[in-house]
């Protein structure tokens, strides 16, 4: 049997096509993809390539649907159930896996990537992924938009545990994309102050709809590190989020952060800008904390659904465009034109 799937067959070589259809062993489930989002990594991943990824492949990791088929051995779920799929999957036997850490493993599985993605009409998930990965129902009260969405909620989650936010903070997050904007309300949320930054007028005008920011700067039209230190009193952030692929702005976090800052490079770069140049000297006298930030962990998929579902977090104003999986190509044009917040693809 065949299904539908928008295939990456080369870079910025996208096509939908008819490919076979999965097929389910004993210990595997077939789900019916409803709802699958656009990351910016996958416009990477089109753009640029992945060591993870081979072409051809089917790409999407933001992913929601119904569960179609499931093996004879398979217990946690029955065909019908609502079910949101996380990226990260953990091997579940290195050293990271067992710390629980999965997002760490040095073999670093992932649904679309080694394994295929979300943007077909169907998606298989294999033993490792059904028992050990980012697989957990939906109610029905949550659409299977709101599901997909879990995924970068996810994330932004494992990112701000490890940055420590407590209330009080002063938060700066550079980026005013799905990713900034969300991450901003959750950050409100833990009774932070929130500076949000953003280059493109246009989008941050739409943040500022539906953002709880505490002071808003476009950094196209001033100085964003001048304004946050005048929003500090000249002493910087506590905290500072690069929600935003810009080696620039990696660079300027420094200028932002009060000594003893957390900074975080959220934002992942593409292979030509990977190369960014820092001045320790400010880390060093500043005792400045920095980390990455990548993926998430099944555990953090669970809270980020249960936070949807509960209406704590509320993702329904980032879902800004729809497109059926025959309209694929134009649904990347349109994530990758940033007019819009979170776009997402119905197989």
Sequence with gaps: MKMKAMVVEDYDKMVVKEVEKPQVDDNGVLLRVRACAICGSDLRIVHSGNSRVNFPAIIGHEISGEVAEVGKNVTKYKVGDRLAIGGDVPCGECAFCEAGIGNNCQINYAVGYQFQGGFA????????????????KIPDNMSF??????????????????????????VVI???GP?????????KKMGARVLLVEYNKQRLEF???????????????????ARVLAETGGLGADVVITACPSPAVQQDSLKMAINRARICFFGGLSKEKENVVLNTNVIHYKELIITGAHGAMPRHHRQAINLIASNIIDVKPFITQTFALDDVVAAFAAAESREGMRVVVNP
């Design 179 to 187: 990713i900034g904007c969300i991450m901003s309300n959750v950050v």
């Design 174 to 176: 550079v980026g005013a």
């Design 145 to 170: 938009e709101e599901g997909a969405l879990a995924e970068p909620l996810a994330c932004i989650l494992n990112g701000l545990e490890l940055l420590s936010v407590k209330m009080g903070d002063n």
């Design 207 to 225: 943040a500022k709809k539906v953002v709880a920011a505490d002071v808003f700067v476009c950094s196209a039209e001033e100085d964003m590190v």
């Design 121 to 136: 009409e169907y998606l298989p998930l294999n033993r490792l992924t059904v028992e050990l990965g980012p697989v957990h």
